[in-house]
């Protein structure tokens, strides 16, 4: 039993990089439907860019509420339902005739849904990996950035030749089903799995802990408070770069280095010490990358 569960955890993995490519256009390609909504449903910069801002709120800041009801109703259900929503949020776009409704689709319905797969998915893997935890959350994290890579040049080709309601229908049906399909591979680990897993080096014990945190205990922790107030000036930072800038090449590249950065480094997390002047290293060094 433990054999088959070591092994059908990498395919978990993968269902889960995919799932994760699924949802990423949403967020990484905005920029490109921004030109052809505006002259279509009038409106200015800023308004238009509301769409933009409601993704983004209800992708992260209801992160809580997402995992809670991916863990009370399963994650095969939650991640078809979350790929479901964020495909439809294209579709509706796609036939939205005023800013509202933009609003409710590609905004409202599209967090929601990416949100759902994508807090549900780094919660999952995790569970698998209770020994590798910072390789799984980073290889599924790099399929979010790595989704935009596939995407990126089929959307602006299709968008210059068809105009932006058909690309929003063809690669909203495409996202739609992809993520559906990735979320049927989907199941939780066994309940015996934390201690059946594979065990760690004594080495590595003594500074990874497999011990799950209540939310109330994580929010007493420094390392908790640390990483979300090092978190939040990137999140900014790359939320005004996916909604402003334009140049496709210049994104790609980014979001290659991204992904496999989150690679490289998530894997590397698995073998160093995670204690609170690790956090606080991190926490100084990256105020000091937004300084000109």
Same mark, same amino acid.
Request: one cysteine or more; glycine letters at 10%.
């Given at each position: 039993?433990?054999?088959?569960?070591?092994?059908?955890?990498?395919?978990?993995?993968?269902?889960?990089?995919?799932?994760?490519?699924?949802?990423?256009?949403?967020?990484?390609?905005?920029?490109?439907?921004?030109?052809?909504?505006?002259?279509?449903?009038?409106?200015?910069?800023?308004?238009?860019?509301?769409?933009?801002?409601?993704?983004?709120?209800?992708?992260?800041?209801?992160?809580?509420?997402?995992?809670?009801?991916?863990?009370?109703?399963?994650?095969?259900? @939650?991640?078809?339902? #979350?790929?479901?929503?964020?495909?439809?949020? &294209? *579709?509706? +776009? %796609?036939?939205?005739? /005023?800013?509202?409704?933009?609003?409710?689709?590609?905004?409202?319905?599209?967090?929601?849904?990416?949100?759902?797969?994508?807090?549900?998915?780094?919660?999952?893997?995790?569970?698998?990996?209770?020994?590798?935890?910072?390789?799984?959350?980073?290889?599924?994290?790099?399929?979010?950035?790595?989704?935009?890579?596939?995407?990126?040049?089929?959307?602006?080709?299709?968008?210059?030749?068809?105009?932006?309601?058909?690309?929003?229908?063809?690669?909203?049906?495409?996202?739609?089903?992809?993520?559906? @399909?990735?979320?049927? #591979?989907?199941?939780?680990?066994?309940?015996? &799995? *934390?201690? +059946? %897993?594979?065990?760690? /080096?004594?080495?590595?014990?003594?500074?990874?802990?497999?011990?799950?945190?209540?939310?109330?205990?994580?929010?007493?922790?420094?390392?908790?408070?640390?990483?979300?107030?090092?978190?939040?000036?990137?999140?900014?930072?790359?939320?005004?770069?996916?909604?402003?800038?334009?140049?496709?090449?210049?994104?790609?590249?980014?979001?290659?280095?991204?992904?496999?950065?989150?690679?490289?480094?998530?894997?590397?997390?698995?073998?160093?010490?995670?204690?609170?002047?690790?956090?606080?290293?991190?926490?100084?060094?990256?105020? #000091?990358?937004?300084?000109?």
């Amino acid at each position: 039993m433990l054999d088959r569960s070591h092994n059908d955890r990498w395919w978990q993995l993968l269902f889960g990089f995919i799932a994760m490519m699924a949802i990423s256009s949403p967020q990484y390609v905005w920029t490109l439907f921004v030109g052809p909504l505006g002259k279509q449903l009038g409106g200015s910069l800023a308004a238009l860019q509301v769409t933009f801002l409601l993704l983004i709120v209800l992708q992260t800041f209801f992160s809580p509420f997402q995992a809670y009801f991916v863990e009370r109703f399963g994650p095969r259900l @939650l991640i078809s339902l #979350g790929a479901a929503f964020s495909g439809l949020s &294209w *579709i509706f +776009a %796609a036939h939205a005739s /005023s800013l509202f409704a933009l609003y409710l689709s590609y905004g409202v319905l599209g967090g929601i849904g990416t949100g759902i797969i994508y807090v549900g998915i780094i919660g999952l893997m995790v569970r698998w990996f209770p020994d590798r935890r910072g390789l799984a959350a980073g290889v599924t994290a790099a399929g979010y950035g790595a989704g935009a890579i596939v995407t990126t040049f089929p959307i602006s080709n299709m968008l210059a030749t068809s105009g932006y309601a058909h690309t929003l229908v063809v690669f909203g049906a495409i996202q739609g089903v992809v993520g559906v @399909l990735a979320a049927q #591979g989907l199941r939780t680990p066994p309940a015996t &799995w *934390i201690q +059946a %897993a594979p065990q760690l /080096s004594a080495a590595r014990e003594a500074r990874q802990t497999r011990r799950s945190f209540s939310p109330r205990e994580m929010v007493r922790t420094q390392a908790f408070w640390l990483l979300f107030v090092n978190d939040e000036p990137h999140v900014d930072e790359r939320s005004h770069d996916c909604s402003e800038r334009r140049s496709i090449c210049e994104r790609v590249r980014r979001r290659d280095g991204a992904g496999l950065g989150r690679c490289r480094t998530a894997a590397l997390a698995d073998d160093i010490s995670l204690h609170e002047r690790t956090y606080a290293a991190v926490f100084r060094l990256g105020f #000091g990358s937004h300084r000109p």
